[in-house]
């Protein structure tokens, strides 16, 4: 009887807060349109987060969208430091990349995010470093570092630290459903361009849809490797075909898993754009249109896949369970135990977390997610 109370009432104050964090949005390009003419005044109040991204899909829209977070909840500007121009050579990826700028990967957000001269060269107050979750969960003082310009150099733990910071959920400005946040934060600041969006389109139009979408990370070949397409085969259905998204290390992988998918008649997603910052986008926003993913090893790329993900909870796009470690792990802290390595809600204070690599043949168990 109290559990079925306890759900309209949840449901309520995430709507409630949904509403909050919509109204914020609206309203934001003038406050961070005021914070910057206070800070060129020399006013010491004005607050400052520059985004200062590096190199790598993942990594990249994490940190402006923790930033972004950030500078929601503290009412201060939020600016972009576009990593130089040129190749990311990341874990020996050795290819040709485009050399582009954040207006050729995303539609331009509703303020400009390129910080004034006076910005670009201040002193930083602070600098928020942190590379873990719990580091950045516990730091009450989060507000009032972002006064003067505060630097945000930091992975992908940080955003829903940031959403579950005990200052930050005072605010009472983000729903309590953390994805709905991150959906609500990306769509707003992170729209790729439409010509990234109609390629996508095209190549899922072509080959019928999307029903299983593998995010291959790192699979160096063993001897003796069988390409587990069998292992897959289960989960495409009839429903569309596949689509491999793989770094350097794993462009064997799709190749193989691409020629047994054409044996058997099913057909393969093919974007058939070159390597680099613009073919990563477009290889993320094909994988949040697949029905299901499966994941390699836990990296942002995949997460921000799930979160994309037009589904209404991301356990329902995951075609791989939970690992053991992490389900005890998470269910130890209180937490609700999520399949993979994307978390949807606010743990418990003190939880940790605990992962496992995993190559892609680990998945024979993988059972199909309910819909």
Same mark, same amino acid.
């Given at each position: 009887?109290?559990?079925?109370?306890?759900?309209?009432?949840?449901?309520?104050?995430?709507?409630?807060?949904?509403?909050?964090?919509?109204?914020?949005?609206?309203?934001?390009?003038?406050?961070?349109?005021?914070?910057?003419?206070?800070?060129?005044?020399?006013?010491?109040?004005?607050?400052?987060?520059?985004?200062?991204?590096?190199?790598?899909?993942?990594?990249?829209?994490?940190?402006?969208?923790? #930033?972004?977070?950030?500078?929601?909840?503290?009412?201060?500007?939020?600016?972009?430091?576009?990593?130089?121009?040129?190749?990311?050579?990341?874990?020996?990826?050795?290819?040709?990349?485009?050399?582009?700028?954040?207006?050729?990967?995303?539609?331009?957000?509703?303020?400009?995010?390129?910080?004034?001269?006076?910005?670009?060269?201040?002193?930083?107050?602070?600098?928020?470093?942190?590379?873990?979750?719990?580091?950045?969960?516990?730091?009450?003082?989060?507000?009032?570092?972002?006064?003067?310009?505060?630097?945000?150099?930091?992975?992908?733990?940080?955003?829903?630290?940031?959403?579950?910071?005990?200052?930050?959920?005072?605010?009472?400005?983000?729903?309590?459903?953390?994805?709905?946040?991150?959906?609500?934060?990306?769509?707003?600041?992170?729209?790729?361009?439409?010509?990234?969006?109609?390629?996508?389109?095209?190549?899922?139009?072509?080959?019928?849809?999307?029903?299983?979408?593998?995010?291959?990370?790192?699979?160096?070949?063993?001897?003796?490797?069988?390409?587990?397409?069998?292992?897959?085969?289960?989960?495409?259905?009839?429903?569309? #075909?596949?689509?491999?998204?793989?770094? #350097?290390?794993?462009?064997?992988?799709?190749?193989?898993?691409?020629?047994?998918?054409?044996?058997?008649?099913?057909?393969?997603?093919?974007?058939?754009?070159?390597?680099?910052?613009?073919?990563?986008?477009?290889?993320?926003?094909?994988?949040?249109?697949?029905?299901?993913?499966?994941?390699?090893?836990?990296?942002?790329?995949?997460r921000l896949a799930a979160v994309r993900s037009k589904r209404p909870h991301v356990r329902a796009v995951w075609a791989c369970p939970a690992t053991e470690l992490q389900a005890r792990a998470m269910a130890s802290s209180g937490a609700t135990v999520e399949s993979c390595n994307v978390m949807a809600q606010c743990p418990a204070p003190g939880g940790r977390y605990t992962y496992r690599r995993?190559?892609?043949?680990?998945? #024979?168990?993988?059972?199909?997610?309910?819909?």
């Amino acid at each position: 009887m109290m559990r079925a109370a306890l759900v309209p009432a949840l449901c309520l104050a995430t709507a409630a807060a949904w509403s909050r964090l919509e109204i914020a949005l609206q309203n934001y390009p003038r406050v961070h349109d005021r914070n910057l003419r206070a800070f060129e005044k020399g006013d010491p109040a004005a607050r400052i987060v520059r985004a200062k991204v590096k190199n790598g899909l993942g990594n990249r829209e994490q940190a402006l969208l923790s #930033g972004f977070a950030l500078a929601l909840a503290a009412n201060a500007a939020l600016v972009v430091e576009w990593p130089p121009r040129g190749c990311d050579n990341y874990a020996g990826v050795a290819v040709a990349c485009d050399d582009v700028g954040a207006e050729e990967l995303y539609e331009r957000p509703p303020f400009n995010w390129t910080a004034p001269e006076a910005v670009a060269c201040a002193k930083a107050a602070r600098n928020l470093n942190y590379h873990g979750f719990e580091a950045t969960l516990q730091r009450a003082n989060l507000f009032e570092i972002t006064r003067g310009v505060l630097d945000v150099r930091t992975d992908h733990h940080y955003l829903l630290a940031v959403l579950c910071n005990e200052r930050v959920n005072s605010t009472r400005l983000f729903p309590p459903d953390a994805l709905i946040s991150q959906r609500t934060l990306e769509r707003y600041l992170l729209r790729p361009r439409r010509s990234i969006r109609d390629a996508v389109r095209d190549a899922l139009t072509r080959a019928g849809g999307c029903a299983l979408g593998v995010h291959a990370r790192s699979q160096k070949r063993s001897h003796g490797d069988e390409t587990p397409f069998t292992k897959l085969l289960p989960l495409l259905g009839d429903r569309g #075909g596949l689509f491999v998204a793989s770094d #350097g290390h794993s462009a064997w992988l799709q190749q193989e898993l691409y020629a047994a998918a054409r044996a058997r008649n099913v057909s393969v997603v093919e974007l058939g754009l070159p390597p680099g910052a613009v073919g990563a986008l477009a290889e993320n926003y094909a994988l949040s249109e697949c029905g299901r993913l499966v994941p390699t090893r836990r990296s942002s790329f995949f997460r921000l896949a799930a979160v994309r993900s037009k589904r209404p909870h991301v356990r329902a796009v995951w075609a791989c369970p939970a690992t053991e470690l992490q389900a005890r792990a998470m269910a130890s802290s209180g937490a609700t135990v999520e399949s993979c390595n994307v978390m949807a809600q606010c743990p418990a204070p003190g939880g940790r977390y605990t992962y496992r690599r995993r190559r892609l043949g680990a998945f #024979g168990e993988a059972r199909r997610a309910p819909l």
